[in-house]
């Protein structure tokens, strides 16, 4: 992989804010890789940064700017920062008045895709795993890619891939505070376009013209692979194709999946693409939402040569995202799984799925709300898709980056839901827990559930 154009700052040093971030872990680690100095700041020490401390980076969980290594001066040090730190954060503030260039995570991220063909994933949801997909199905294949993944895969135990001679990189295309914006694609996905991230776009015509803009920013040459029937009028430019994909036949798609058969533990289909047809497919992580999301990576793949027997093979030996669909216990009596879902789509999609592949078993749901403005935007949605299982269990709202919204809790959901329910803390869950009776524990959300989910486990099993 080549150098980024960022390289044209003299600097031998890159200083993360927030890097224990999924996105922002895998830039410093690929600096990291390329013999920068990389330190960095996080307010927690969570798994991921005590990786990246074995790794050989600093990283202090104090807000000073007396713990920044001595030799990170402003002539020699890039600063990258999440937008999930305030600009108001004292480093920040001191960093900005000493005169340190300083980028956020999207730009430097955009810098890379304007020297390698950039494959990059957007979507409200399904991008994490489409892009993890697409990334293992180049890498075990003869065509290879780098990757920077907004989740952690199960195939490589990171969320970073270096590759020594290909210049494609697979890039998830994050349209939080319109960060893709800084993008140039080669190739791009569009997975869906349901409403988010209302607090910064106000309303969803704007995440739908955000979004347009995306597609206008694919390079001449390149081409767009769009779900087939969202609510996306794209603005290519010349020379770039548009095609659309589907999990199903019905749709009249350019790519799709046709003769799906689910059997125990089992998935397969075949995948129908306008240069010919490969002919059962098996899924890795046999579950029904990952056809739609297995046909879009297996197109993306294909249309880099990646030939029909590679991509057999890389589908089957495709073992999923930390997180997403996480199968963390299964014994003859119980199994449980971790699923990032914090979107009402995504809820909707992970509980049908579950309900699907576990037919006639009792299934309890916890959820965790992520975000106040999103719970305040979505509670009637997020109700109507956990009413669909046999329980819930509510716990208190994880508010990441915000400020508490007057009346908007995990009871506003809770009010609306209508299966059996129950609203308790994370303090008292475990102790919740053991007096329920299930076959499946599904856990849900983006906060920070999974921290508990070895001590669930014990508890349980």
């Known amino acids: 992989m080549q150098h980024s154009t960022t390289d044209t700052i003299s600097f031998q040093n890159v200083y993360f804010l927030g890097i224990g971030g999924i996105g922002m872990s895998a830039i410093a680690r690929y600096y990291n890789a390329k013999h920068y100095?990389?330190?960095?700041?996080?307010?927690?020490r969570s798994t991921l940064c005590q990786t990246l401390e074995q790794e050989g980076i600093a990283i202090h969980y104090e807000i000073s700017h007396q713990l920044i290594p001595n030799n990170f001066r402003p002539d020699n040090t890039l600063v990258v920062y999440t937008p999930a730190v305030a600009t108001s954060n004292e480093e920040y503030v001191w960093l900005q008045t000493n005169g340190y260039v300083i980028k956020k995570r999207a730009a430097v991220l955009g810098e890379i895709t304007k020297v390698e063909r950039g494959l990059c994933v957007a979507g409200t949801h399904g991008k994490t795993?489409?892009?993890?997909?697409?990334?293992?199905?180049?890498?075990?294949?003869?065509?290879?890619?780098?990757?920077?993944?907004?989740?952690?895969?199960?195939?490589?135990?990171g969320n970073l891939l270096l590759s020594e001679h290909s210049d494609l990189v697979v890039i998830e295309a994050d349209e939080f505070d319109r960060s893709f914006h800084q993008l140039s694609p080669y190739m791009a996905v569009v997975s869906a376009v349901d409403a988010d991230h209302l607090d910064i776009y106000g309303t969803h015509e704007?995440?739908?013209?955000a979004f347009a803009h995306f597609t206008s920013l694919i390079q001449p040459g390149g081409?767009?692979?769009?779900?087939?029937?969202?609510?996306?009028?794209?603005?290519?430019?010349?020379?770039?194709?548009?095609?659309?994909?589907?999990?199903?036949d019905n749709?009249?798609?350019?790519?799709?999946?046709?003769?799906?058969?689910?059997?125990?533990?089992?998935?397969?289909?075949?995948?129908?693409?306008?240069?010919?047809?490969?002919?059962?497919?098996?899924?890795?992580?046999?579950v029904t939402i990952n056809v739609e999301n297995g046909v879009a990576a297996m197109a993306i793949a294909m249309l880099n040569g990646v030939e029909p027997t590679e991509l057999k093979n890389g589908m089957r030996s495709f073992r999923g995202v930390k997180r997403r669909f996480d199968v963390q216990l299964k014994t003859e009596k119980l199994t449980i799984?971790?699923?990032?879902?914090?979107?009402?789509?995504?809820?909707?999609?992970?509980?049908?799925?579950?309900?699907?592949?576990?037919?006639?078993?009792?299934?309890?749901?916890?959820?965790?709300?992520?975000?106040y403005t999103r719970t305040r935007d979505?509670?009637?949605?997020?109700?109507?898709?956990?009413s669909l299982l046999d329980e819930v269990v509510l716990v208190e709202l994880y508010p990441a980056r915000e400020e508490p919204i007057e009346n908007i809790s995990s009871e506003t959901i809770y009010n609306e839901v209508t299966c059996k329910k129950t609203l308790t803390t994370k303090k008292e869950l475990i102790q919740q827990l053991q007096h329920k009776t299930f076959d499946v524990l599904?856990?849900?959300?983006?906060?920070?559930?999974?921290?508990?989910?070895?001590?669930?486990?014990?508890?349980?099993?």
């Open 206 to 209: 704007a995440y739908l013209e």
């Open 337 to 371: 799984i971790d699923d990032y879902a914090h979107h009402p789509a995504e809820l909707e999609a992970s509980i049908r799925s579950v309900i699907e592949l576990y037919r006639g078993k009792k299934v309890l749901g916890v959820f965790q709300p992520h975000l």
């Open 442 to 461: 599904l856990t849900l959300g983006a906060g920070d559930l999974d921290t508990m989910l070895p001590q669930i486990c014990d508890a349980l099993k």
């Open 251 to 286: 749709d009249n798609a350019d790519f799709y999946a046709t003769n799906i058969h689910v059997g125990i533990g089992e998935l397969h289909f075949d995948f129908v693409s306008p240069f010919g047809v490969v002919r059962d497919v098996e899924l890795g992580v046999p």
């Open 378 to 386: 979505f509670y009637s949605e997020f109700a109507a898709a956990l």
């Open 129 to 157: 795993t489409i892009s993890t997909m697409l990334a293992h199905l180049l890498k075990q294949s003869h065509v290879d890619c780098n990757a920077f993944l907004g989740g952690l895969s199960k195939n490589y135990d």
């Open 223 to 248: 081409c767009l692979l769009m779900k087939h029937g969202i609510a996306l009028q794209p603005q290519l430019n010349h020379n770039v194709k548009c095609y659309t994909y589907s999990g199903s």
């Open 37 to 44: 100095a990389v330190a960095g700041y996080d307010r927690t």
